[in-house]
Each structure stands twice: as structure tokens, then as C-alpha cells.
């Protein structure tokens, strides 16, 4: 694993801008980067991050029989009651969910360590699917790469593949977001665009014109029932606002399922380190109050059960100046985990986080976001990556 320095493409912004990545530049600062490469080696793509990420899941889908068998951890894991047994049955009936990021801490040097499992609503996905992609084939063109240089990146067409599955008999999908962001605007239209790709009908509508009918399907802006609703927003947000009720016994096909609410929660990671202690790609995690979150002493890493974008993540280490560097924001009323500290690889003055990611159970891609503290935000940037032994 290697950061190479690249010069930029002249005409990156204007590729951007006519293949829809509208959100290359946020709040007029750079996202998409590409000043700096990533270099793999096959052997560490396959060995040292596709293979734990194909192991990973399979210890997921385990901790997900765990989690759901026990209310009293759901509980823990604040996961409403009134969804305890609608998650079981979610998860009984088989219901399909579509994609997920693994997000790793890995230098190259020793095996990569899950920081968190992204599994309900990860966003990044247009830039790794395929505006790295795009990158990666012009610098060939351009003998700026050799011509045998690779991606790990085969996330397009295992989206295309795997959408007809999710959406059903009908071959009708809507995909809802807050369409006033434009992230995550771009993420579900891409989605779409996979879909229709597939042979698929789709429309797109914003998360609050969702209606509901007298039989509990929901609806668009024009009162038709949604067969397959493909939504960009958080399930433990859902489930305690006012509409989250209809997601009980809905017939609509909702994806990510509900079953979902076990993974996308901090409370997965101190699941799985309990189940399996010791795994090299593992590291130890605690609920905070229980005994054994004092064996990690006083340096660990604090997060909230319920975060996005490193907010309220807390590194709480003495030789920090203050002893911490924390990021602010409103998570944390549910509770929090403890983890083993381990800090990002740093490289130069940034530091760098892989995420891993998974389309319909197969891992298939990564993408490399950088920040320039060691708490990944919503201010960090993406840069692409390539592989050359």
C-alpha cells in the first residue's frame, strides 16, 4: 500500500459535472481528490482486505441470530420494543437487503481492523463504483498508469446484476432520500440509474412525500402503491419518528430491511468481539458501564450507538493534547461503546480510512476517504486507488 502524488486532470470538474457527481466540491471544498493515489498490491486486495470482508459478513449475519434472539441486548442496543419482533420476522422471511461498507483501519502492514459496519444507509457509492473508475481508465489512455493497472471495483455491475432481485416480481422500484442534499440526491439517482439499467421501472421521491393507504402500502405523489421502496435514510431514525409505525406489516418491500437495525448500530461491535474474541480483523469493544470496558484502560476510542460521520466520536488518549480529540454533534442520548483505540494509518498530513463494501453479500470494491484529523467527517475527501504488483 503505497500514496502516490498525481497531477490533476484538467477536465476532472467538467467530467464530473456531465456524468451527475454534482457533489465533487461541498460547501466549496474539495471532495473528489485527486492530487494522491492509493497503490495496492493484488495480494493485499485479496488477501488482507476482500477475503476479511467476505469473513466479516458471514460473522455479522451470525451476531444478527444473537442480537435477535436476546431482547434484553436489543434493548441495549436501544432498539425500540415495539420492532423487537418485526426485526425477527424481517430477518425469518429472508428479506433482501442491498449493500453495506466495512470501514477499516489498514496500512499495508499488519491486518485491517474493522472500525464500524456501515449497513443501512453508506453514501460514497457513485465515486467508488464509478468516478474512480473513470479516473483509473484515462490515466491508462494516458500511459500515466501502466496498462495492465486494475480496481478493485466491481461494484456497477454487481448492483445491476443484483437489483432485479430486490425489486421483485414487479420490476418497480422508488427511491426516496432527502433529495435536498445533494450526496444524497446523487447516490439514489445512480441507483436508479442501475436499476433501470436492469430493466427496471423507477421514480424517484423525496422521504417526506411518502404517504400510506388504507391497507398499508405506501404511496408516492400520485397515490400509487410503492411496490419496492429503496431508501436513503437511517432506519433508527425511522423507527422513532411518527411515520415509522407503517414500516410494521407494510407490504411495500422496503430495503435496507428492518433487520438492518442490528447492524447499522455500534452495539454490533462489542456483539461480535464477544463472540468472537481474538479475530485478527476484530478489535475488543465494550458497552460502556460494563466491567469489562475498564480493561481497556484510559485509551479507547468512545461511540455513540447511534453516529454518523464521526460525530461525538471521542479518541480519548493521554499523550493527546487535552488527552482527547473528539467531534461535535447531537448522538449520543442512546448510549455508547467503547473500542480499543487504533489509530488510522497517516500518511503525510492526512489520514486515511478504506471503506470496504458489499453489494448483495459479495465483497466488491473499495473506496479511500481522507481527513485531516484522525475522525473521519463529513468533511473528509475520497481519492481513487488502483492495483500494480
Same mark, same amino acid.
Given at each position: 500500500?503505497?500514496?502516490?502524488?498525481?497531477?490533476?486532470?484538467?477536465?476532472?470538474?467538467?467530467?464530473?459535472?456531465?456524468?451527475?457527481?454534482?457533489?465533487?466540491?461541498?460547501?466549496?471544498?474539495?471532495?473528489?481528490?485527486?492530487?494522491?493515489?492509493?497503490?495496492?498490491?493484488?495480494?493485499?486486495?485479496?488477501?488482507?482486505?476482500?477475503?476479511?470482508?467476505?469473513?466479516?459478513?458471514?460473522?455479522?449475519?451470525?451476531?444478527?441470530?444473537?442480537?435477535?434472539?436476546?431482547?434484553?441486548?436489543?434493548?441495549?442496543?436501544?432498539?425500540?420494543?415495539?420492532?423487537?419482533?418485526?426485526?425477527?420476522?424481517?430477518?425469518?422471511?429472508?428479506?433482501?437487503?442491498?449493500?453495506?461498507?466495512?470501514?477499516?483501519?489498514?496500512?499495508?502492514?499488519?491486518?485491517?481492523?474493522?472500525?464500524?459496519?456501515?449497513?443501512?444507509?453508506?453514501?460514497?457509492?457513485?465515486? $467508488?463504483? #464509478?468516478?474512480?473508475?473513470? *479516473?483509473?481508465?484515462? +490515466?491508462?489512455?494516458? =500511459? %500515466? &498508469? /501502466?496498462?495492465?493497472?486494475?480496481?478493485?471495483?466491481?461494484?456497477?455491475?454487481?448492483?445491476?446484476?443484483?437489483?432485479?432481485?430486490?425489486?421483485?416480481?414487479?420490476?418497480?422500484?422508488?427511491?426516496?432520500?432527502?433529495?435536498?442534499?445533494?450526496?444524497?440526491?446523487?447516490?439514489?439517482?445512480?441507483?436508479?440509474?442501475?436499476?433501470?439499467?436492469?430493466?427496471?421501472?423507477?421514480?424517484?421521491?423525496?422521504?417526506?412525500?411518502?404517504?400510506?393507504?388504507?391497507?398499508?402500502?405506501?404511496?408516492?405523489?400520485?397515490?400509487?402503491?410503492?411496490?419496492?421502496?429503496?431508501?436513503?435514510?437511517?432506519?433508527?431514525?425511522?423507527?422513532?419518528?411518527?411515520?415509522?409505525?407503517?414500516?410494521?406489516?407494510?407490504? $411495500?418491500? #422496503?430495503?435496507?430491511?428492518? *433487520?438492518?437495525?442490528? +447492524?447499522?448500530?455500534? =452495539? %454490533? &461491535? /462489542?456483539?461480535?468481539?464477544?463472540?468472537?474474541?481474538?479475530?485478527?480483523?476484530?478489535?475488543?469493544?465494550?458497552?460502556?458501564?460494563?466491567?469489562?470496558?475498564?480493561?481497556?484502560?484510559?485509551?479507547?476510542?468512545?461511540?455513540?450507538?447511534?453516529?454518523?460521520?464521526?460525530?461525538?466520536?471521542?479518541?480519548?488518549?493521554?499523550?493527546?493534547?487535552?488527552?482527547?480529540?473528539?467531534?461535535?454533534?447531537?448522538?449520543?442520548?442512546?448510549?455508547?461503546?467503547?473500542?480499543?483505540?487504533?489509530?488510522?494509518?497517516?500518511?503525510?498530513?492526512?489520514?486515511?480510512?478504506?471503506?470496504?463494501?458489499?453489494?448483495?453479500?459479495?465483497?466488491?470494491?473499495?473506496?479511500?476517504?481522507?481527513?485531516?484529523?484522525?475522525? $473521519?467527517?463529513?468533511?473528509?475527501?475520497?481519492?481513487?486507488?488502483?492495483?500494480?504488483?
Amino acid at each position: 500500500m503505497e500514496r502516490i502524488a498525481f497531477d490533476e486532470r484538467p477536465d476532472w470538474r467538467d467530467d464530473a459535472e456531465r456524468c451527475g457527481f454534482a457533489f465533487h466540491t461541498i460547501d466549496g471544498e474539495a471532495y473528489w481528490d485527486e492530487t494522491h493515489a492509493y497503490r495496492f498490491s493484488l495480494a493485499e486486495i485479496e488477501t488482507e482486505l476482500e477475503d476479511p470482508t467476505q469473513e466479516l459478513l458471514s460473522l455479522c449475519y451470525q451476531a444478527v441470530d444473537r442480537i435477535l434472539g436476546d431482547d434484553a441486548l436489543m434493548e441495549r442496543m436501544a432498539i425500540p420494543e415495539e420492532f423487537h419482533q418485526p426485526a425477527r420476522d424481517s430477518w425469518t422471511r429472508k428479506d433482501f437487503d442491498l449493500y453495506g461498507r466495512f470501514d477499516f483501519a489498514y496500512d499495508g502492514q499488519s491486518p485491517a481492523k474493522l472500525l464500524e459496519f456501515n449497513a443501512d444507509t453508506p453514501t460514497s457509492l457513485f465515486e $467508488t463504483a #464509478v468516478f474512480q473508475w473513470r *479516473w483509473l481508465e484515462q +490515466l491508462k489512455e494516458e =500511459g %500515466l &498508469l /501502466p496498462p495492465d493497472a486494475d480496481q478493485f471495483n466491481s461494484i456497477h455491475e454487481r448492483l445491476v446484476e443484483s437489483l432485479p432481485f430486490i425489486a421483485g416480481p414487479s420490476r418497480r422500484m422508488h427511491f426516496a432520500a432527502v433529495l435536498q442534499s445533494d450526496e444524497d440526491r446523487g447516490t439514489v439517482e445512480y441507483l436508479a440509474d442501475c436499476a433501470v439499467q436492469a430493466g427496471i421501472e423507477t421514480s424517484l421521491i423525496d422521504i417526506s412525500e411518502i404517504g400510506v393507504d388504507a391497507e398499508g402500502w405506501f404511496t408516492d405523489t400520485n397515490d400509487y402503491r410503492i411496490d419496492t421502496l429503496f431508501k436513503l435514510y437511517p432506519l433508527e431514525d425511522m423507527v422513532r419518528e411518527e411515520f415509522g409505525q407503517y414500516l410494521i406489516g407494510t407490504p $411495500t418491500r #422496503v430495503v435496507e430491511p428492518l *433487520w438492518k437495525l442490528v +447492524l447499522s448500530n455500534k =452495539g %454490533l &461491535l /462489542p456483539v461480535l468481539w464477544e463472540m468472537f474474541p481474538g479475530h485478527p480483523n476484530l478489535l475488543p469493544a465494550y458497552f460502556e458501564g460494563s466491567p469489562a470496558a475498564d480493561s481497556l484502560g484510559n485509551s479507547y476510542v468512545r461511540k455513540p450507538l447511534l453516529s454518523r460521520e464521526g460525530a461525538n466520536v471521542a479518541i480519548i488518549d493521554p499523550s493527546l493534547p487535552e488527552g482527547r480529540f473528539s467531534v461535535g454533534g447531537a448522538y449520543g442520548a442512546e448510549g455508547f461503546i467503547r473500542q480499543q483505540l487504533h489509530m488510522l494509518p497517516q500518511f503525510g498530513d492526512d489520514w486515511a480510512v478504506i471503506g470496504s463494501w458489499i453489494i448483495a453479500g459479495r465483497a466488491c470494491g473499495i473506496g479511500i476517504r481522507e481527513d485531516k484529523g484522525p475522525i $473521519t467527517r463529513n468533511t473528509s475527501r475520497f481519492l481513487p486507488h488502483f492495483i500494480a504488483d
